[in-house]
């Protein structure tokens, strides 16, 4: 099955590989240290961390954005959650958790998010401690401009957590010119490992926030300042899964290797989304498409399930659906990463073409 969904993507055959090498005992081997610590400093590097420190969770993407707000919150803190789509909304849950006070700012969920209409927002009720946003919201697909909306919560002192899980390594992304405290990012989106782990880029501020906090934080896996000084120490607070690692870092090191990643984004991007609408599709935003994923409305007469059940069965490619208010309403097609390549991109299109085409015809007749 030809994995053309917007996570998991999928793996080069050398991340796989590296994934069953020999490994060592992750906590005794001081080589495994210089090794994490070695893969970390790549991640900062590649999206030009300058104050931030890179860390690699063992634990799904969804763990970074819970640990990013278990080590923020504190009880009945304010924090702002920047809602114009389901991860943008999911953040209140993360919140609310941890006993903070969820204050929602929602906008249309057809386009990006306007940073005026946050400042004017801001303008009347800053009194946040941090703030929570989305890079691509991947049901939508939206794509914000997380760097500029960081930019203004930090003009009133409120520090941002962003989860780019389904964005950064496809659309660029530079922490030193945004304002972000603790970004989110997973394996198995664009930089296609196989899922599994979490990367979360923390800043200088958090980790004074966190260690100024009155009360401790209410976790211990989701506690990220467990993690801060594991080099020093040469102690984790658990575990590293060393085989997932191993493969996290070659698949970093396949990105590294490929200058043409971010424009190669772009451009399959671009044609993807003529040619949805070259054959009588229409996208499911008004502006504002991510690179890595395009979200398609299901045409008149058909279900999604029959669009990707025949995607799956006479075509042997696996798109996606969608969920919440999305469920049943769009198919998506994950172009990020390993998948991001023309051929494997036009292949799912022809065959999209082949399927709407043919019942198109059929169903008009009858
Ligand atoms: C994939 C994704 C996550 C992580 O979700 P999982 O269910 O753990 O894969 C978080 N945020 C966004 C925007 C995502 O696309």
Not at 139 to 167: F, Q
Request: glycine content about 8%; aromatic content about 10%; proline content about 4%.
């Amino acid at each position: 099955m030809k994995l053309m969904t917007p996570g998991p993507t999928q793996v080069r055959a050398n991340v796989r590989a590296a994934r069953s090498k020999m490994f060592c005992n992750p906590d005794l081997d001081p080589a495994f240290y210089d090794f994490y610590k070695e893969t970390c400093d790549l991640l900062e590097k590649a999206l030009g961390a300058t104050d931030h420190r890179a860390f690699i969770l063992g634990g799904e993407g969804i763990l970074g954005l819970e640990a990013a707000c278990a080590s923020l919150t504190e009880p009945g803190d304010r924090v702002l959650v920047i809602d114009n789509g389901i991860f943008g909304k999911g953040f209140q849950d993360f919140v609310e958790i941890y006993g903070g006070e969820a204050v929602l700012f929602t906008t249309d969920y057809l386009e990006p998010v306007d940073p005026e209409a946050l400042r004017a927002f801001l303008s009347k009720d800053s009194d946040f401690k941090y703030a929570t946003m989305v890079h691509c919201d991947t049901p939508s697909g939206v794509l914000n401009d997380i760097e500029a909306l960081s930019r203004i919560c930090d003009e009133y002192g409120i520090m941002v957590v962003a989860d780019s899980v389904s964005a950064m390594f496809g659309e660029r992304l530079n922490l030193s010119a945004a304002k972000i405290d603790i970004l989110c990012g997973g394996s198995q989106k664009a930089l296609s490992a196989p899922p599994g782990l979490t990367m979360v880029w923390v800043s200088q501020r958090a980790f004074q926030a966190m260690e100024e906090r009155q009360v401790p934080i209410r976790s211990f896996y989701a506690n990220l300042l467990t993690m801060k000084d594991y080099y020093q120490d040469q102690w984790f607070p658990y575990t590293m899964p060393v085989s997932d690692i191993m493969g996290l870092r070659m698949a970093l090191d396949n990105f590294y290797a490929d200058p043409d990643v971010y424009d190669r984004h772009e451009r399959v991007a671009r044609a993807t989304r003529k040619a949805v609408k070259e054959m009588g599709l229409s996208l499911y935003l008004r502006r504002g498409m991510s690179n890595t994923v395009t979200v398609i409305r299901v045409p008149e007469g058909w279900t999604d399930q029959e669009i990707i059940g025949k995607m799956r069965k006479d075509y042997g490619i696996q798109i996606a659906g969608c969920f919440d208010y999305l469920a049943g309403k769009v198919i998506r097609i994950g172009h990020m990463g390993e998948s991001c390549n023309m051929e494997d991109v036009q292949q799912t299109l022809r065959a999209l073409g082949d399927i709407i085409g043919e019942s198109g015809n059929s169903r008009q007749a009858g």
